[in-house]
């Protein structure tokens, strides 16, 4: 198989999961709250066996779930994603304990999780984040006492977390949280460590944000929050591996996300001009709404192409996946707000109604040229791949 052409059972299962998106996802997420999770959603993912799929598929397999989804509802699709991406360095990194707590019930949807990298003051430049991680000192008795240790006597190495998260999607309702802290000050992107952080632990408080996008997304607080070595996930110190390689991994699929949304909008377009009367005939009749329309179909191939590669790429652990990840992402995302955009313009004042859903699609369309990588993290990563490529010949 080509990163150019789809299996006849892969084309199925996509028309399949359409479907159950349509008839099984859609009512639940109807009844969600905006800005909240919907559990009874992640559930119904999970009894389905597509959070499963999240530990056992490939690059492509993912991106053609979350396609599929996003194409006929959008919610569904993001609750997915965020259950991959949080429990993803779980599955990857984690200790056989940490799998074996979380990982089932991930899959069957009875666990929430999150991927909390992100901070007030650290957005696009991931490795400045402030989050500290400080070695507890073991209990001292005397003003002579030795000096603080980073670990106990009697038990593994043991810190405590302060600082802030924020803009994580699911927070504060998830039910554990991978976490990004400091642990070396001043090493930059080598002195971070990933923690795996159950939401009941003392000194965890988060909130919720009013933002655009209708999935939850919140601040998390904390207060010397207890971690040990027990909670590491991958190596102390060694973490932005453990960031990056998930987001090398769901970037490409952040991208099928935004082309599900395209060819949403784009159907959408194309029934209402082919339908619509207007000025003595019907607006697909009128050369710059057919050109229009042209033009969006093939932004939203080109993307669905760029996904594909780069899906396959990961698949075949290409030393391209940086590359081809920032470019998939970067051209899917810009591609989908293009056509969601053209599409409202297109169908006119309808399209602005509350319930519409290019209103919908117009709201949720905006958030992913920001997060996992802003599109101008994605052109400096792909000038820095080019340029280092250039240099090794």
């Known amino acids: 198989m080509t990163a150019f052409s789809l299996e006849p059972a892969q084309l199925a299962w996509c028309?399949?999961?359409?479907?159950?998106?349509?008839?099984?996802?859609?009512?639940?997420?109807?009844?969600?709250?905006?800005?909240?999770?919907?559990?009874?959603?992640v559930a119904e993912l999970g009894s389905l066996g597509l959070l499963g799929r999240l530990f056992t598929s490939g690059a492509l397999d993912l991106c053609l779930m979350r396609e599929s989804l996003a194409y006929a509802c959008t919610e569904a699709e993001t609750a997915l994603a965020l259950q991959g991406l949080g429990a993803h360095p779980v599955h990857a990194h984690g200790t056989r304990e940490q799998r074996a707590r979380w990982l089932p019930r991930v899959a069957d949807g009875t666990a929430v999780a999150a991927f909390a990298l992100s901070e007030p003051g650290a957005g696009s430049d991931a490795a400045a984040l402030e989050l500290r991680a400080e070695p507890e000192s073991p209990r001292r008795e005397g003003p002579s006492a030795a000096p603080a240790l980073a670990a106990a006597p009697d038990g593994p190495a043991r810190?405590?977390?302060?600082?802030?998260?924020?803009?994580?999607?699911?927070?504060?309702?998830?039910?554990?949280?991978?976490?990004?802290?400091?642990?070396?000050p001043g090493a930059g992107a080598r002195g971070v460590t990933a923690f795996l952080v159950p939401a009941d632990r003392p000194g965890l408080t988060g909130r919720g944000l009013d933002m655009l996008s209708p999935h939850p997304i919140g601040a998390l607080d904390f207060d010397a929050v207890p971690v040990t070595a027990d909670d590491v996930l991958g190596e102390a110190d060694r973490g932005f591996?453990?960031?990056?390689?998930?987001?090398?991994?769901?970037?490409p699929s952040v991208g099928a996300f935004a082309v599900g949304m395209a060819q949403a909008a784009l159907d959408a377009t194309l029934a209402h001009t082919a339908g619509r009367d207007a000025f003595g005939g019907r607006l697909k009749d009128l050369q710059a709404v057919s050109h229009q329309v042209a033009e969006m179909a093939l932004r939203t191939e080109a993307a669905r192409l760029m996904v594909h590669a780069a899906a396959s790429a990961y698949d075949e652990d290409s030393p391209e996946v940086p590359r081809?990840?920032?470019m998939a992402k970067l051209l899917a995302t810009e591609t989908a707000q293009y056509v969601v955009d053209?599409?409202?313009q297109l169908h006119g004042a309808r399209a602005l109604q509350r319930g519409h859903l290019l209103e919908h699609l117009y709201r949720e369309v905006r958030a992913p040229r920001i997060y996992e990588g802003a599109s101008e993290v994605q052109r400096g990563i792909i000038a820095k791949e080019l340029y280092a490529r250039q240099e090794a010949r």
Not at 241 to 251: K, P
Request: charge should be positive.
């Open 159 to 184: 810190w405590r977390l302060t600082g802030e998260k924020c803009w994580i999607s699911n927070a504060p309702e998830a039910d554990f949280y991978t976490v990004f802290a400091r642990t070396t």
């Open 324 to 326: 081809r990840s920032a």
């Open 241 to 251: 591996r453990v960031a990056m390689g998930t987001l090398n991994l769901f970037r």
């Open 15 to 41: 028309a399949e999961l359409r479907t159950l998106a349509a008839q099984r996802l859609r009512p639940l997420a109807d009844k969600g709250e905006p800005g909240q999770v919907n559990r009874a959603l």
């Open 342 to 344: 053209a599409a409202v």
